[in-house]
């Protein structure tokens, strides 16, 4: 009987078996293997603007503390720490002047909702809840007990604290002219 030897064709096998078990491992623990995160403590503030004044009532439900979950993927992203309710308005154009001027939206308002949740920061600086990733100015669609809406998110700030209470030196955010 005559001994094989080792060839290209041995070479190139074993190079797509170890890629397919790469790839399988990859798959199966998912894209954070290879990525630290942290977890922290994100504050966002979600704006839905002209919202009907008949919606009030519901939205004075939320009360601090009230829970609020994506109504996408059903996921939990926060706990509601204030709600502010303001009259709507829309900016009109003087035709004659070129002026242009602030004037109200009749029953209608601005709700800013603010929550707190626990987040993982990725090595980019990109916080995700719950698999959610959250950015100012990305619409996230949600519900609580009494209220189901899109927001828009207009302030984003990591708050300081880890997950597990310590405080942080610094903090990092965005903050898109909002003052709270």
């Given amino acids: 009987m005559e001994k094989r030897k080792f060839n290209i064709i041995d070479f190139i096998l ?8 790469a790839l ?6 998912g894209n954070n293997i290879f990525s630290g995160s942290e977890e922290t403590t994100i504050v966002y503030t979600l704006e839905m603007r002209l919202v009907r004044n008949e919606f009030i009532p519901a939205l004075l439900k939320m009360v ?23 009259d709507a308005y829309e900016n009109e154009t003087d035709l004659i002047t070129g002026v242009v001027n ?29 698999g959610m990733i959250f950015m100012v100015g990305i ?28 405080s942080k030196e610094s903090t990092n955010g965005n903050k898109n002219g909002e003052e709270e």
């Fill in 14 to 21: 074993i190079i797509v078996i170890a890629a397919a078990a």
């Fill in 24 to 29: 399988l491992v990859y798959i199966l623990l």
């Fill in 64 to 86: 601090p503390g009230t829970e609020m979950i994506d109504s996408v993927r059903n996921h939990e992203i926060g706990e509601i720490i204030n709600v502010s309710i303001e």
């Fill in 102 to 130: 602030r004037v109200p939206y009749p029953d209608h308002s601005i709700v800013r909702i603010t929550v707190k949740a626990e987040a993982e920061k990725d090595e980019f600086g990109k916080y995700s809840v719950n």
């Fill in 139 to 166: 619409p996230i669609n949600f519900r609580t007990t009494y209220f189901v809406g899109v927001g828009r998110c207009v302030y984003l700030i990591e708050t300081g604290e880890e997950a597990n209470g310590e």
